[in-house]
Structure formats: structure tokens, C-alpha cells
């Protein structure tokens, strides 16, 4: 298995361009998830995804979009980059029913990161 | 979810134990003791987790104290690979609905481990 994959590893956008992160998985995941990581700082979750077709906002979504219309990818959208947005950007995924047990298994698994910065 | 609070900074001797410790004073009865780690600019890694006893994989063990109030990350025997920032995690183990699954990371232990 690769886990979770993302691409590109870095980007530099200027002010007001748009670009897609992407974020892939082979574990058959159903729940995924993009944060941020601003330098010093810890994760902040953006969106995340319970199952193909659902989505939903986490603490920082504002400037971001994303869709899930496959159990193995979860793309990331800026539509007009703004220098705010420059951080390290992971995505994660974990297991539904080992999640939804109740027995505290969440062992999330991240990708490599999306270095990106907003001139 | 429980907010914890972490020593910033700590520092082991190659080969010696380290000790990271973790407060949750607030935490409740459903909530669980996580802890990841990020080895720099790498993705977070889960390390291990426990709910009130004793826990203890090839990686780690975790010690919680009777009351819940407090934990500790123990790498036995630490070496250079693992410096990294460590982070003490404490959420709902009724993982469904608005939970989610969520995990909400603060700013972690940097643990330095030197030769």
C-alpha cells in the first residue's frame, strides 16, 4: 500500500491564483481530512469526509474548498490564494468502523505534506 | 474535547528513557489519551493510546494516573531518530456524529535527543 499520497509536495502561488491540492489513499479509508500547519504552530482541521459524497466544514474553512466524489481521493481547493494561506497543508485518513467502535482506536494516518507559499 | 497542556521543550541522553509528560486535568469519563509525533516536516505519526490503564506497543508505553488528571509518554530507550515534536491529544471516544473523529493538536513537547 502507498497510504496516503499528496501532490505536489511544493507550490508557490501569487495573490489571487487558484490551484487544487490533491490527497489519495489505497487503504479504503472512509474518513479523511486536510489541516494546516503554520510554522511553530499545530494541525488546524480544514474540511473533512466521512464518505464519498459527504463532506463538511472543520475549524478553519474559509478561502477553502472540497469535494469527495471517490472513497480514495479528497481534493483540496483555493480558489484566490492569499498570503494567509501560506502553510504546510497535510491530509489524513482512518478506518469508519474502527472510529465509530467506541472502543478509541482514531490512529490517523497522514500524507507527506503540501508545502505551499502566497506571494 | 479535554485540552492538555505540554512542557514546550525537553531533552534525553541517546539510550536513556524519556519521559513526556501530559496534562488533562479536565478530561472526562469518554475521552481517551492520544499521542502522536512529527518528526520534522513529515505528517504526524500515531504513537499509541489508552482510556485509563496502562498501555504499551513496540513504540511506547503510556502511563495514565488513577484520577485521569495526567499521563506520560515513555520511549524507553530514545534514540537520534526519535527527535520529533510530541502531542498529547484527549478526545471523545464516541466517535460518530459531530465528533467525527477529529483530532485537535496543540503546539506539543519538542524532544530533543542527543548523542
Known amino acids: 500500500n502507498a497510504g496516503v499520497t499528496q501532490t505536489p509536495k511544493f507550490r508557490i502561488l501569487k495573490i489571487g491564483q487558484s490551484m487544487t491540492l490533491q490527497c489519495a489513499q489505497d487503504m479504503n479509508h472512509n474518513y479523511m481530512y486536510w489541516y494546516r500547519q503554520d510554522p511553530g504552530m499545530g494541525l488546524k482541521l480544514i474540511y473533512y469526509?466521512?464518505?464519498?459524497?459527504?463532506?463538511d466544514k472543520g475549524e478553519v474553512p474559509n478561502g477553502y474548498n472540497v469535494s469527495r466524489s471517490t472513497t480514495e481521493d479528497f481534493p483540496l481547493r483555493l480558489e484566490l490564494a492569499a498570503p494567509s494561506q501560506t502553510s504546510v497543508y497535510f491530509c489524513?485518513?482512518?478506518?469508519?468502523?474502527?472510529?465509530?467502535?467506541?472502543?478509541?482506536?482514531?490512529?490517523?494516518?497522514f500524507g507527506p505534506g503540501t508545502r505551499l507559499t502566497v506571494l | 474535547d479535554a485540552k492538555t497542556t505540554q512542557p514546550p521543550s525537553m531533552d534525553c541522553a541517546e539510550g536513556r528513557a524519556a519521559n513526556l509528560p501530559c496534562n488533562h486535568s479536565?478530561?472526562?469519563?469518554?475521552?481517551?489519551v492520544y499521542w502522536y509525533r512529527q518528526i520534522h516536516s513529515q505528517g504526524p505519526q500515531y504513537i499509541i493510546h489508552?482510556?485509563?490503564n496502562n498501555e504499551t506497543n513496540e513504540m511506547a508505553s503510556l502511563i495514565i494516573t488513577e484520577d485521569r488528571k495526567s499521563s506520560t509518554l515513555i520511549l524507553p530507550h530514545a534514540t537520534l531518530r526519535d527527535t520529533a515534536v510530541y502531542y498529547c491529544?484527549?478526545?471523545?471516544?464516541?466517535?460518530?456524529?459531530?465528533?467525527?473523529?477529529?483530532?485537535?493538536f496543540g503546539q506539543g513537547t519538542i524532544l530533543t535527543v542527543h548523542p
Open positions: 489508552g482510556l485509563k
Open positions: 489524513a485518513s482512518s478506518y469508519a468502523a474502527l472510529v465509530l467502535s467506541g472502543r478509541g482506536r482514531n490512529e490517523q494516518f
Open positions: 469526509s466521512v464518505g464519498a459524497g459527504i463532506t
Open positions: 491529544i484527549v478526545r471523545d471516544a464516541n466517535a460518530g456524529g459531530t465528533s467525527y473523529g477529529k483530532l485537535t
Open positions: 479536565t478530561i472526562s469519563g469518554n475521552e481517551y
